[in-house]
């Protein structure tokens, strides 16, 4: 299928083409025709599948179609996005995908001047791309008209109620006219995402490009579990081991983002760190180097990587995994985008266990574990089964049952058992390593 048959007009087709897109990717395919029908559109697309131009394009075409029935150009459009990268993304595709249209567009988000803003939104504007609180900074100080939005696209829904937007959601809909086409994009669905779209949705249309809560085919996902202590000799050794010169790295807070992201630099790795207490600038400029590849490694938690699209990025690193299991999906959903493959790594300790199998009963499969000759863990994870099924090898080559693998019926949690290995002696030579791929059942967990 090519782009032309979806009915998109020749300036966007021109606009496609200096992107190199060749053909119109599944969500794209299913979108496209549906919003220039006018329908509302409940779109569940996972990260990477080209959801932005799949609904920027038919919005250029049907606001470029129509002219706006006031003097000075109003809001027609209104994107609303979880954060700031993201927003500045979805504003740059608008950009570039209307460069040959008469359509004004700008992308308003916190952490920055208020003013260049209000200054653009008076010289009038078509599309807007925000983040709520911004948004409603605006609204509160009367610099911006919702009155004449036509049309409402929710970006990342899920992740909008995830940080907690729910409320912020209700206002700026309130404030909107009540004709209006509504399209939702979400890469999870949780039941609070039905509730939110059977409120604002009219007759949806649901499209779905991958089912629920699916990785991305085009990532293939590993896992190393070792000590905790021993994950920041890991992550160097892999990147240099493998020599990557363009990862993003995922920490679960600020602090452990900024720690580091300093060791990597210790080490000899060009790194910067990007989470909600950097500046905007700060942000932005460590994205762009990291796209530029004038660092290798973006350290980032989970905020503020949401959304962020980088070009054939090749790995993405969990140090610490999350501990919401769709947040996995998104982070690793960074790599592997628009038909790239992609590596996606994770180094799980002992206390992250369970976070593993909760992420792999979301994705409904396992996780294949590697063993790298030297950073085993010095504790071998054993669960406490329901049910024993007679001895088992762990991946140390240990009798399942010499490391306290101890049946109940009442607790199937993880338990630590310290068993100590021979590799633990091997330990300093690091030189010497070798991978290992491991078959789920040779697993010292279950
Ligand atoms: P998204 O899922 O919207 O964040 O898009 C992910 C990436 O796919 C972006 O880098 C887009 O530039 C790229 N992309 C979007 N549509 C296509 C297409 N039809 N062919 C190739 N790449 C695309």
């Known amino acids: 299928m090519s782009f032309s048959t979806l009915g998109l007009n020749a300036s966007l087709l021109k606009a496609i083409a200096e992107q190199g897109y060749t053909q119109p990717t599944p969500i794209q395919q299913k979108a496209i025709p549906l919003i220039l029908a006018k329908k509302d559109v409940l779109a569940g697309a996972q990260t990477g599948t080209g959801k932005t131009a799949g609904f920027t394009l038919p919005l250029l075409q049907l606001l470029s179609q129509k002219k706006p029935n006031t003097q000075k150009r109003e809001v027609r459009a209104l994107i609303l996005t979880p954060t700031r990268e993201l927003a500045a993304q979805v504003g740059e595709s608008v950009t ?82 009540k004709n209006r086409q509504n399209l939702l994009f979400s890469a999870t669905f949780s039941d609070e995402i039905k509730r939110l779209a059977d409120g604002l949705l009219n007759n949806p249309i649901l499209i779905e490009v991958a089912k629920r809560n699916e990785s991305s085919a085009q990532v293939s996902q590993k896992v190393f579990t070792l000590d905790k202590e021993r994950k920041k000799d890991l992550l160097v050794h892999l990147i240099k081991e493998d020599n990557m010169q363009q990862a993003l790295v995922f ?24 989470h909600g207490n950097k500046s905007q600038s700060a942000r932005t400029k460590a994205l762009d180097d990291l796209k530029k590849g004038s660092v290798r490694i973006l350290v980032a938690t989970d905020i503020a990587a949401r959304g962020i699209d980088i ?16 947040d996995y999906v998104h982070r690793i959903g960074r790599t592997g985008r628009a038909g790239n493959v992609g590596i996606a790594i994770s180094l799980v300790c002992g206390e992250e266990l369970e976070y593993l199998k909760s992420i792999e009963r979301l994705m409904k499969k396992d996780i294949p574990q590697e063993i790298l000759t030297g950073f085993t863990s010095k504790q071998v994870y054993t669960p406490e089964v329901k049910v024993q099924r007679g001895s088992h090898r762990n991946h140390q080559g240990q009798n399942r049952s010499n490391a306290s693998a101890t049946s109940t019926k009442h607790d199937n949690r993880s338990r630590v058992a310290n068993v100590k290995h021979k590799e633990e002696e091997t330990f300093k030579s690091h030189k010497n390593s070798s991978k290992t791929a491991t078959p789920r059942r040779n697993r010292n967990y279950a």
């Open 311 to 326: 070009d054939q990025l090749p790995h993405v690193i969990n140090y610490e995994l999350p501990n919401i299991s769709e």
């Open 96 to 177: 570039t995908y209307g460069k040959y249209l008469d359509i004004n567009s700008i992308v308003i988000f916190g952490g920055v001047g208020i003013n260049p803003q209000i200054s653009a939104l008076k010289k009038g504007v078509d599309i807007l791309t925000a983040t709520p609180g911004r948004l409603l900074d605006h609204i509160g100080q009367k610099t911006l008209n919702l009155s004449h939005v036509e049309f409402l696209i929710l970006d990342e829904a899920d992740r909008m109620l995830d940080m907690g937007f729910i409320n912020d959601i209700k206002k700026v809909l309130s404030l909107l006219p």
């Open 251 to 274: 920490t679960k807070t600020k602090h452990g983002a900024n720690k580091l992201c300093e060791h990597l630099i210790k080490c000899g790795i060009s790194s910067a760190a990007i």
